[in-house]
């Protein structure tokens, strides 16, 4: 699988990566063995890059992760994780974690300052039992922007000097934002949630020209916008952006998966293709929950997209004028 190199660092990551929220229980139960069945199947994919965080399932995807990586060969693969909620144990009182279907054996606490981010660091190597963190990411800022700029940069470029994570940048949807973080620092990376998918080209407005400019690496995840593009041919009960996908979304994604089907690829297969082909796109991360997800996901990975079809998508009105695209 292709690697490719994240902004002016030296860290490399596989084109298509390991999303390890599902594994925290996101929406529903992941059991232990099908935790590590679906890791396994990553890593005989060829997926070398893992991303996590300590909000999955209260800890619950760093220590899957973690027992996934420990076992091999330092060098093989790209870990990241993510800072600005500290978790606090406390009694689960028999209650679940938000929506994590988890016990509630900790609770959040929203810190972004330099002393949160260090504990914060210590304690996923702690759970995953890991030497090192290679990609470090401020996690789900928009709501504490200012805090995580002035604050969580500074902690996160000074790990970065001290060589205890290799890559820093910032995991959030909003485009505006992750734009300023782009422009008024030196990050190397930024994960954009759901902000350029084939629903959603809102990214090319700001970010991705800002990323362009400044050689910052985006990697692009909830490329399926949380479901609805998921399936080869989108259902009435599919989800966009978390919430029930509204009719006019829902029609937009058929007509979609009808240019893909009469290009004999499916509306999956091209959902991970699409954002591999503006320049600053380093790779595609995408949760999964089972091994046969993973398989299904990898070989629609691998699947060669017909430069035809996305001249039908343009002649449908189907994508924006300014994503490139082959040919």
């Known amino acids: 699988m292709r690697r ?12 298509l990566g390991f999303g390890g929220g599902p594994l925290g229980g996101l929406f529903e139960a992941v059991d232990d063995d099908t935790a590590a069945r679906a890791l396994e199947a990553a890593w005989d994919s060829g997926i070398r890059y ?7 399932g209260i800890g619950q995807s760093e220590r899957r992760v973690g027992a996934l990586l420990r076992g091999r060969p330092r060098d093989a693969w790209t870990l990241s994780t993510k800072v600005g909620r500290v978790l606090v144990p406390q009694d689960d009182a028999g209650r679940k ?3 994590f279907e988890v016990a509630a054996t900790h609770r959040r606490v929203w810190d972004f300052t330099r002393d949160g981010v260090l504990r914060s660091v210590e304690d996923s190597l702690t759970r995953m ?12 800022a928009e709501e504490h922007f200012e ?12 790990l970065r000097a001290q060589g205890t994570v290799g890559a820093i940048g910032a995991g959030m949807y909003h485009t505006g934002k992750l734009t300023r973080l782009v422009e008024e620092t030196d990050v190397d990376v930024v994960m954009l949630s759901g902000r350029y998918t084939l629903l959603d080209h809102s990214a090319l407005d700001d970010l991705l020209p800002a990323c362009e400019a400044r050689g910052v690496s985006v990697l692009a995840a909830s490329v399926f916008n949380s479901g609805v593009l998921a399936t080869p041919r989108p259902s009435d009960g599919a989800t966009y952006d978390y ?3 509204g009719p006019r979304t829902l029609e937009h994604a058929r007509r979609l998966a009808a240019v893909c089907e009469a290009h004999g690829v499916t509306l999956p297969a091209v959902a991970m293709d699409f954002p591999l082909h ?10 999964m929950r089972s091994a046969e997800e993973v398989r299904r996901n990898a070989e629609a990975y691998g699947r060669t997209v017909p430069a035809g079809l996305w001249a039908g998508l343009r002649g449908e009105g189907l994508l924006d004028a300014r994503a490139p695209l082959p040919g």
């Open 4 to 15: 490719n190199r994240l902004g002016k660092s030296d860290v490399h990551v596989t084109e």
């Open 50 to 56: 893992f991303d996590t965080s300590p909000h999955y």
């Open 97 to 99: 974690d938000e929506a």
């Open 129 to 140: 039992g890991v030497d090192r963190i290679d990609v470090l990411y401020l996690h789900d």
């Open 147 to 158: 805090d995580a700029l002035r604050d969580g940069y500074p902690a996160l470029a000074e």
């Open 243 to 245: 919430e029930p996908a």
């Open 278 to 287: 503006h320049p600053v796109v380093a790779g595609v991360v995408v949760g």
